[in-house]
């Protein structure tokens, strides 16, 4: 006797072909091979599960035409697809693709980079003219003492007090004011100049008065001694060498007779 299939497929078969007529019936119940967790799907229905209903199968992106699985498609637009648009995380309120990100974060104006001057600073790219200009403190500007320098901003105050040969320093000697390339040459010639005595009196003297003071006042000078024993000899010395040294001072007899002589 025959007996009909158990899947309802329609074929009837002798008994002993049923177990093999099963295992390759079309209307066999089968496991999805990408395992997407459909129940009941029959044999003749793989083919066109797998092409078009299956939620793993590989379906193509409409924007980059990579290959994805159809259930992470909409997964793959918003953090996977190099076609996806997105704002510049720079907030220059550009939109770009993915893939031409790098690119555009390379000369985006609004990205961060570091002063071409080296002050140290970070500024965006499209503030670089004005802060080189207005705001860095390694800009260089031209000496407000019109020396012809060009002096960085962080050193300016340094170089017109102290560097700067424009800038106006008082003479040691007047305390008047003169610039500092011709300070030197100015205090060589002041008429307030004091020098030391050439003949080591330890007198200050102004220079203008120099002459005079060697020739009436220094206590170095020579004169002739007062005793006229023909020398010269120092001012400061002069007592000493009248009691003590010239051979013209009065001296007592040594024999204690009481004369001078």
Not at 77 to 101: A, H
């Amino acid at each position: 006797d025959s007996v009909s299939c158990p899947n309802a497929c329609g074929l009837t078969m002798y008994p002993y072909e049923r177990k093999a007529h099963v295992l390759v019936c079309t209307y066999r119940e089968i496991e999805c091979p990408l395992k997407c967790g459909i129940r009941r799907l029959q044999a003749r229905e793989e083919e066109e599960h797998l092409a078009s209903e299956c939620v793993k199968r590989t379906v193509s992106c409409k924007k980059c035409h990579q290959d994805v699985v159809c259930d992470r498609e909409e997964e793959h637009w918003e953090t996977d697809c190099p076609e996806r648009l997105l704002p510049c995380p720079n907030q220059c309120g550009n939109t770009v693709r993915l893939r031409d990100m790098p690119g555009h974060m390379a000369h985006c104006t609004y990205r961060l980079i570091q002063c071409p001057q080296s002050c140290g600073v970070e500024i965006m790219a499209r503030n670089t003219f004005e802060h080189c200009k207005r705001e860095c403190h390694n800009r260089r500007l031209s000496c407000p003492l019109r020396c012809a320098k060009l002096v960085l901003f962080k050193m300016l105050d340094n170089h017109v007090s102290q560097m700067c040969p424009m800038r106006l320093v008082p003479c040691k000697w007047c305390s008047e004011p003169h610039e500092a390339r011709s300070l030197a040459k100015h205090e060589c010639s002041c008429i307030q100049k004091m020098e030391a005595c050439p003949e080591k009196c330890g007198r200050m003297v102004l220079a203008t008065e120099m002459k005079e003071h060697i020739m009436s006042t220094c206590s170095h000078r020579y004169v002739p001694c007062p005793l006229q024993c023909k020398l010269k000899i120092r001012v400061a010395s002069v007592d000493q060498h009248v009691n003590h040294q010239c051979e013209n001072r009065m001296t007592e007899c040594p024999n204690g007779c009481t004369r001078v002589m």
